[in-house]
């Protein structure tokens, strides 16, 4: 099955400096990559998404890069703000998954004011 | 209006009882899913509905046993709870698998205690 590697597991940043999240995933045949932010006491929201067509997404401040044949996707959040600190996780849907998303294993950002 | 509802949002339980734990969405989606977050904040899929068709079972202890009356709802009962199924549950929707597939939907969450 897919399998789903994601670093780092906590990253600290100043506000207005960049933050990258990096994952990687075994499955050749997966074709769509969400990214996924979580708030305290809430549930994960979808904040960004890309599918396996595309090498690059962008949605304001936040990105995703897609590098099919390295088999990673990468997180980019730009001029980071303090209610950017949540837990975000990554992850993928493979080709024949029954639309089961493996998720990574989440990274703590914090952004300092 | 909250698009996938959970209930409860809390439930402190006593080893051996047994409880449910009730989603609903509103988003007409075809599809309908439980994880589980441990500890450590890993999300796991256990089940996953489609139209009211069972089309995901992960290896999960038999004492847990999802329900779906309709495609807008997904129940989890759970026997016979351990200390070890504490954690939090999550429901989520997404649209048809198969078509315009746009990810998930999560509810809040319920934080389940077994003492």
């Known amino acids: 099955g897919e399998n789903v590697e994601q670093h780092p597991s906590t990253l600290s940043v100043q506000e207005g400096d960049s933050a990258v999240i990096k994952c990687t995933y075994s499955?050749?045949?997966?074709?769509?990559f969400p990214w996924y932010k979580q708030e305290l006491g809430k549930g994960p929201q979808l904040i960004i998404d890309i599918r396996s067509n595309v090498g690059e997404k962008k949605d304001q401040r936040i990105a995703v890069t897609l590098n099919k044949t390295a088999k990673h996707f990468s997180l980019h959040i730009t001029e980071t703000q303090p209610e950017d600190s949540a837990v975000y996780f990554c992850a993928a849907k493979g080709g024949t998954s029954y639309g089961k998303l493996t998720f990574g294993q989440g990274t703590i950002l914090t952004v300092h004011p | 209006d909250t698009a996938v509802s959970q209930t409860p949002k809390y439930l402190v339980t006593q080893m051996g009882n047994d409880k449910s734990i009730k989603c609903e969405q509103n988003l007409g989606h075809d599809t309908m899913y439980w994880y589980k977050q441990d500890s450590k904040k890993f999300l796991k899929i256990m089940f996953s509905?489609?139209?009211?068709?069972?089309?995901i079972n992960e290896t999960v202890p038999n004492r847990f046993s999802p329900k779906s009356p309709d495609k807008a709802h997904l129940n989890l009962h759970i026997n016979s709870l351990e200390l070890g199924d504490s954690a939090v549950y999550f429901c989520a929707s997404s649209q048809d698998w198969q078509q315009g597939f746009q990810g998930y939907t999560f509810g809040s969450g319920t934080r389940l205690t077994v003492v």
């Open positions: 499955d050749s045949a997966s074709n769509y």
């Open positions: 509905y489609n139209n009211k068709e069972l089309i």
